[in-house]
């Protein structure tokens, strides 16, 4: 069977595509497509054609597997210009996600149907490049210039009811058979001799006016903070505003040059990278030999931060949250924070009332740890401190069956000596929520030396429910995300004892499209927290090791962040952002004469250079380790838990982009300084002499 079939049923042509798992339009499929087009060129019998793709969703987009390689086939712009010429009636009938190519294709098409759960979208923007096939031409000539930008400039899925009251899809029909739909849909068209208008002559919404211009600036300043850094946004609003002033062919060569200019940036392959890699994290051996039990129940012990977090999270998704805590105060302040959440999201329009308390009906709290008996995994987020967490798991073990999956949320400390307490240490792992818990995508699955692959599928099966992207991690001191965080803080400590300033390191890292430098993350976060770690550490701190005293100075005088209004920046009402605090520098001054160490002055590449180079080298030795299966794990990490800029694919991508070459020199150089510290891996050397990449591990 090819991946393109038709057959005409009396004047009706029907073609299906057949392309799995999402039907993406690869050569195959264009050349297929272009086929029958050809062919319907020349019949003068057929009246309307019905495209559609019967199994899991109509065309998700073009194969971006083939980006950036030189690949044969038909230009899917073209195919769609021949389909909307056509002298007869073209019918999409969509279902699933019509999105990228696959909604360019039924936009050029002449009518729309679709089933309810149908969502489209045009997500290109979120691969680096713009729609390609006629897309910023065609979506504003259908949903308007605003709706058209919004949509293209954020990727978002549109559900087929604001679909249909925005123009884009036509009509929504309840029915799931999408075959059954176009044909009845196609008959109906054709005895009552309608021909809807193609979407390249609809005008009406697509004009130049001065409005038009008021209207595009306007988006123009929403977006410009968060597409900053980045190109295809900008080349989106450029292809729209160019064809306003061209004619709908010319406008459509137009977005192919610019759609071409942004296949060949970084960005797309560093986004591309992002994108396969989330996926590849499901692709553990666990997985291959566990089964996934069914949650229901949750419990979470400890209602700070994480726990109100991990409850929302879970709350959000539909499961039921017992929440413990030592005593009624404290459950009552992590009631109110969720409450508090749900309010304020309430406010935003988020939700409705009626969802707080359909979500809040699914909570309880209570003081008393013998109320999770019935549970079906229970996460442990109480203070860091391994006797505190050894307890928990010690009364667990008296209170749950065996069957119960119990979670430490640490972010540090052993999970296999937390398992040990337990009777079946087979069901302990680590489920390490980022903060906020119920905002932040990541979550580390920690499997412990006795973690069964049922506990682990389990895991991988919770996090999917949670709507997040799990990634695997063995065990370590700090996990993957936080032990290359220890690295690279120490890095960056050593840099400004050596004369490196406080805010040129925080300028380069956000210069480079971090979202914050690492000194507002530590004031963010809150100083106390790094420095709780730094003395719980200081027993077994190897006294040969530099130790740069710059940050317990800081934490010593109170100064732990914006909680405290002060830290490395000043923090209140009328203070203007990323105000330095004045006193930062004299404390570093006074810190390296202590040390006598004679500052020197740091360029921006040096301080990139160091900061990259720390977090590779961390990087390479969790490999070593097998801490972290495969280097596009480390970068969806990165990406999703540490604020590193998505576009340039994560810290192990990038490192191959620049050159392992080019690292190695810099960590050999740095060695010389420093053995201990920057000692250089076996493995990037084996990488280097062998001509390979971490690409070439994934
Ligand atoms: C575009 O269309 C440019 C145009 O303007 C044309 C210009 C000429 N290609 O996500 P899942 C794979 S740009 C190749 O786990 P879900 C995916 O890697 C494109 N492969 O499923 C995975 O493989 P594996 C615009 C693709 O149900 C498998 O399919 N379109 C593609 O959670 C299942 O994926 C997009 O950006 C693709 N386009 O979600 C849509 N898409 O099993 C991107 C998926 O080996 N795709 N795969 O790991 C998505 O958003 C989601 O995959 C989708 C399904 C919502 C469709």
């Not at 307490?421 to 905002?439: E, K, Q, T």
């Not at 430098?517 to 927290?529: H, K």
Request: hydrophobic share 40%.
């Amino acid at each position: 069977m090819s991946v393109v079939n038709f057959k005409n049923i009396d004047d009706i042509c029907l073609i299906e595509i057949n392309n799995p798992p999402v039907n993406a339009i690869s050569a195959e499929v264009r050349k297929g497509l272009l086929k029958v087009v050809i062919e319907l060129e020349k019949n003068k019998k057929i009246k309307a054609v019905i495209i559609c793709a019967p199994n899991r969703t109509f065309l998700a987009g073009a194969d971006i597997r083939e980006f950036g390689k030189n690949v044969d086939g038909p230009i899917l712009s073209d195919i769609c210009n021949r389909l909307e010429r056509l002298d007869k009636i073209v019918i999409a009938s969509l279902h699933g996600t019509p999105l990228g190519g696959g909604l360019e294709v039924a936009m050029a098409c002449h009518y729309r149907i679709a089933t309810p759960n149908t969502k489209v979208g045009l997500p290109e923007v979120l691969l680096g490049i713009i729609p390609g096939a006629g897309g910023t031409q065609r979506l504003p000539r259908l949903a308007g210039i605003t709706v058209g930008l919004e949509m293209m400039l954020t990727g978002k899925h549109v559900p087929a009811k604001e679909a249909k009251n925005n123009g884009i899809i036509d009509e929504i029909i309840d029915n799931d058979d999408t075959v059954s739909n176009g044909l009845e849909v196609a008959k109906r068209l054709i005895s009552n001799n309608s021909r809807p208008l193609a979407t390249c002559l609809r005008n009406e919404k697509f004009v130049n006016t001065e409005e038009t211009k008021i209207s595009i600036e306007k988006i123009k300043q929403k977006f410009a903070l968060k597409h900053k850094n980045l190109f295809s946004p900008h080349a989106i609003i450029q292809s729209l505003e160019d064809g306003l002033n061209l004619t709908f062919e010319n406008a459509v060569q137009n977005e192919r040059k610019l759609f071409a200019d942004c296949i060949k940036s970084h960005q797309r392959e560093g986004l591309i990278h992002a994108f396969f890699s989330e996926r590849a994290v499901n692709k553990i051996p666990e997985l291959k030999l566990g089964k996934p039990k069914t949650i229901k129940k949750i419990g979470v012990i400890g209602g700070g931060t994480m726990g109100t977090g991990i409850s929302m999270a879970a709350l959000n998704s539909g499961f039921s949250v017992v929440m413990i805590e030592q005593d009624q105060n404290g459950l009552d302040k992590a009631f109110e924070k969720i409450v508090g959440t749900y309010d304020r999201n309430i406010n935003l329009g988020r939700m409705s009332n009626n969802d707080k308390d359909s979500i809040l009906n699914n909570f309880k709290g209570d003081t008393d740890l013998n109320t999770l008996s019935d549970r079906d995994l229970i996460i442990e987020a109480v203070f860091e401190e391994m006797e505190v967490k050894k307890d928990v798991f010690k009364k667990l073990n008296s209170i749950c069956s065996n069957e119960t999956i119990l979670a430490t949320n640490t972010s540090y400390l052993n999970v296999n000596e937390i398992a040990e307490v337990v009777s079946s240490p087979d069901r302990v792992l680590g489920l390490h929520f980022f903060s906020p818990a119920n905002i932040m995508k990541l979550l580390e699955i920690v499997v412990a030396e006795k973690t069964s692959n049922h506990t682990v599928a389990t895991a991988f099966s919770l996090a999917k429910n949670l709507k997040k992207i799990p990634v695997r991690s063995g065990v370590c001191d700090g996990f993957i995300g936080n032990r290359i965080l220890s690295k690279y803080l120490v890095a960056i400590y050593h840099m400004v004892e050596d004369g490196a300033s406080i805010y040129d390191i925080d300028r380069v890292i956000r210069e480079f499209g971090c979202a914050m430098g690492p000194f507002q993350v530590i004031d963010l976060a809150g100083g106390d927290i790094g420095w709780a770690t730094r003395k719980r550490k200081a027993p077994y701190r190897d006294s040969n090791d530099r130790y740069v005293e710059i940050p317990d100075r800081i934490c010593e005088r109170g100064w732990f962040g914006q909680k405290t209004g002060k830290g490395y920046y000043l923090y209140g009402k009328n203070v203007p952002f990323l105000t330095p605090n004045p006193e930062i520098e004299k404390i570093c001054e006074e810190e390296r004469n202590r040390a006598g160490i004679k500052p020197k002055k740091f360029t921006d590449e040096e301080i990139l250079n160091k900061y990259i180079s720390s977090l590779v080298l961390e990087g390479i030795k969790i490999l070593e380790e097998k801490i972290s299966i495969r280097p596009s794990d480390i970068d969806v990490v990165y990406i999703n838990g540490y604020g590193f800029p998505r576009w340039r694919g994560g810290p192990m991508n990038y490192a191959d982009k620049i050159g392992l070459k080019n690292i190695l020199k810099h960590i050999e150089t740095y060695e010389k300084e420093d053995p201990r510290f920057w000692k250089c891996p076996e493995l990037l050397k084996k990488l280097v002499a062998n001509n390979t990449l971490f690409r070439d591990l994934n």
